[in-house]
C-alpha cells in the first residue's frame, strides 16, 4: 500500500517556498530549488512536480520547467537593473491568464541574496502547466519602464475572476527597529539596502519606506501595470493586529470565497501567517499562525523549545479535493540552502479562522502512517537536542542533531546524548517487534516514547514515560537491533531519545 509522508517528494529533492495550483484533475508545485548540501539560496533551474488530485502519495517528475539562462539579466554584471551578478532565482509562482496560458513570475538574485532585492519582477509564459517555460519581460508600466515601486521580492498573482492581481515585497527591520530609527535613518537604509534613491522611496504611495506588501493590477497582456502599485500591509505595525506577527517576505495570496487571504512568512522567520480581507488592496486584519517549522507557539511552545532548527519558511495554502492542506519547508543540511516541501492538512473553520497545525511525518497521506514496514529516519518531524539553533543565511558549524546526506544516502546525523527523534503519527495495533538502523561511535540506548518525553513538553502538553528501550552497539557501519515494544493501540506519535556519550546516526526504523 502506498504512504504519503512528508517531505512529499523524494529525499533527494529540495523545492521550497511551494506554491500548490489545482490545474484540471493535477495539483501542481512551483517553487524555488535548493541543491542538496548546497551553499546559497535556490542554486539550480525551476523545476515541478505534479500529483493526482484523487493520490497525493504520488508525485510525478515534470521537469525543468525554466532556466536561469534564459532570462536576459543572467550573470549579467551592472546590467540596467542588476547591480551584481545574478545567477538564482528565487521563489516563484505560476497564473493561468485569460488567455489560457500559464504565466510564471519571478525575481533573479545572485548569492546569498545579493542585488534580491533590485528588481524587477521577471515573467515566463508556457501554454501548458508544466511544460517548458520561455522569457516574455518584465513587469512594466505603460511606458516601458520598469515597474520598480516596492521592493520586486517573492512575487504572487491570482487570477481574481479576470483581475489580475500581483502581490509581492519584503521587510528586513524588526518591529523594534520602528522605535528608536528616525525616518531619515530608515530612508539612508533603505537605499542602501534596495539600491535606491531618495526620491524613489519618499515619492509614492504617501510613504516613507519601500517595505511593506504591495499590490498592483496587470493588464492582459501579465505585463503592463495598471496604475501606481501600493501597500496593502505596511511595514509600521505597532498598535495594530500585525504585531508580533508582522510581514517580512514570502507573498502568497489566496481567495476563499468572497473573502481574501493573504500568507506570508513574519518577522519570526520560522512560521507561515495569514491576515485576512473583504477587499483584495486593503483592510486586511491578522488572523494567526498555521505552522512554524519549529511548533513555536503550538500549545505554548516558545522559540527555545523549538523541535527542530528553524529558519526561512515560504509556501500557502490549497484545496486539493475537499480538503484544505498548508506547504512550507523544513531545514536540513545545518542551513538554510536545502529546504524540503512538507505540507500538513488544516481546516478553516465557519467562521473563517485557520488554527495552527503541528508539524507531522504523514502529511499528505491524510491520516496516520500504518505502524507496518520501514520508513526512513529522515521523515523524523521533530529532531531536538533541547537547544536548537536558528538559521540565517549561512551554514552552521557547530554539531547538532539534522537531516543530512553521504553517498547518496540521506539521514539523521550527528545525535548527541538527550536527542529526541520524533514521528508523528503512527496507527499502533499493539505490541510488535520494532527496529533502528544506526551507527554509534560508542554504546548508545534508544528509549521509546509515544508522547513526549521529560524536558520537551510545552506549557500544555503531558509528559509521558518511557515504554521500552534498545541497547545499541558501537559500530562504524549500519548496524540494525530490534526489540519488542508494548506500544498502546491507536493513533499515536513516536518519539525515540537518544543515550550515549557518542554521536549517532540514524538511517531507518522498522515495524
Not at 259 to 267: A, G, V
Request: aromatic share 12%; charged share 20%; glycine share 10%.
Amino acid at each position: 500500500m502506498k504512504q504519503g509522508f512528508n517531505p512529499y517528494l523524494p529525499l533527494n529533492e529540495y523545492v521550497p517556498d511551494a506554491e500548490p495550483h489545482v490545474f484540471g484533475d493535477r495539483v501542481y508545485i512551483y517553487g524555488s530549488h535548493d541543491k542538496e548540501d548546497g551553499d546559497t539560496f535556490c542554486m539550480l533551474d525551476y523545476v515541478s512536480y505534479s500529483a493526482s488530485c484523487d493520490d497525493l502519495t504520488s508525485w510525478r517528475y515534470e521537469g525543468v520547467i525554466y532556466k536561469a539562462s534564459q532570462d536576459p539579466d543572467y550573470r549579467k554584471k551592472d546590467s540596467l537593473y542588476s547591480p551584481v551578478v545574478r545567477e538564482y532565482m528565487y521563489a516563484p509562482d505560476v497564473v493561468r491568464g485569460n488567455d489560457g496560458r500559464y504565466y510564471l513570475y519571478y525575481c533573479m538574485s545572485g548569492r546569498y541574496g545579493q542585488g534580491g532585492y533590485h528588481g524587477p519582477i521577471r515573467v515566463a509564459v508556457c501554454d501548458k502547466p508544466a511544460g517548458h517555460y520561455e522569457y516574455l519581460g518584465y513587469v512594466q508600466h505603460a511606458d516601458g519602464t520598469a515597474m520598480l515601486e516596492g521592493v520586486c521580492f517573492d512575487p504572487a498573482v491570482l487570477n481574481d475572476e479576470g483581475i489580475i492581481r500581483l502581490y509581492y515585497g519584503t521587510q528586513y527591520l524588526s518591529e523594534e527597529a520602528e522605535d528608536f530609527l528616525t525616518d531619515e535613518q530608515a530612508i539612508r537604509n533603505e537605499m542602501d539596502m534596495f539600491n535606491k534613491t531618495r526620491e524613489e522611496i519618499v515619492s509614492h504611495a504617501g510613504t516613507t519606506s519601500v517595505m511593506g506588501a504591495y499590490m498592483a493590477v496587470l493588464e492582459n497582456d501579465m505585463l503592463t501595470v495598471k496604475g501606481i502599485p501600493y501597500p496593502v500591509i505596511p511595514y509600521k505595525v505597532k498598535g495594530t493586529s500585525f504585531e508580533g506577527h508582522s510581514f517580512y517576505e514570502g507573498s502568497s495570496i489566496r481567495k476563499i470565497g468572497r473573502k481574501y487571504y493573504f500568507i506570508y512568512s513574519s518577522c519570526l522567520n520560522h512560521e507561515l501567517c495569514y491576515a485576512v480581507s473583504e477587499y483584495a488592496d486593503h483592510g486586511y486584519v491578522y488572523g494567526g499562525t498555521i505552522v512554524s517549522n519549529g511548533d513555536v507557539g503550538l500549545n505554548g511552545r516558545t522559540e527555545a523549545q523549538r523541535l527542530n532548527m528553524t529558519g526561512t519558511t515560504h509556501g500557502s495554502i490549497e484545496k486539493i479535493k475537499d480538503q484544505w492542506y498548508v506547504f512550507y519547508h523544513r531545514l536540513t543540511h545545518k542551513s538554510d540552502y536545502s529546504r524540503q516541501g512538507c505540507a500538513e492538512p488544516i481546516e478553516i473553520r465557519p467562521d473563517g479562522t485557520i488554527a495552527q497545525v503541528p508539524v507531522s511525518s504523514c502529511g499528505l497521506n491524510g491520516k496516520p502512517l500504518p505502524a507496518q514496514g520501514n520508513y526512513p529516519a529522515a521523515i523524523c518531524c521533530v529532531l531536538s537536542n533541547g537547544a536548537m539553533p536558528h538559521g540565517s543565511n549561512h551554514k552552521l558549524n557547530e554539531h547538532f542533531p539534522h537531516i543530512g546526506s553521504k553517498r547518496d544516502q540521506r539521514y539523521v546525523r550527528q545525535l548527541q546524548d538527550g536527542t529526541l527523534i520524533g514521528f508523528r503519527y503512527f496507527t499502533f495495533t499493539g505490541e510488535c517487534l520494532f527496529s533502528v538502523t544506526m551507527q554509534c561511535d560508542m554504546e548508545a540506548e534508544i528509549e521509546i516514547y509515544q508522547g513526549l518525553p521529560k524536558g520537551f513538553a510545552a506549557e500544555q502538553e503531558r509528559e509521558t514515560a518511557c515504554i521500552a528501550k534498545i541497547e545499541i552497539p558501537a559500530s562504524k557501519t549500519w548496524i540494525l537491533r530490534k526489540q519488542t515494544v508494548p506500544f498502546a493501540k491507536g493513533d499515536y506519535p513516536l518519539y525515540l531519545l537518544y543515550r550515549s556519550k557518542g554521536e549517532g546516526s540514524m538511517l531507518e526504523i522498522a515495524f
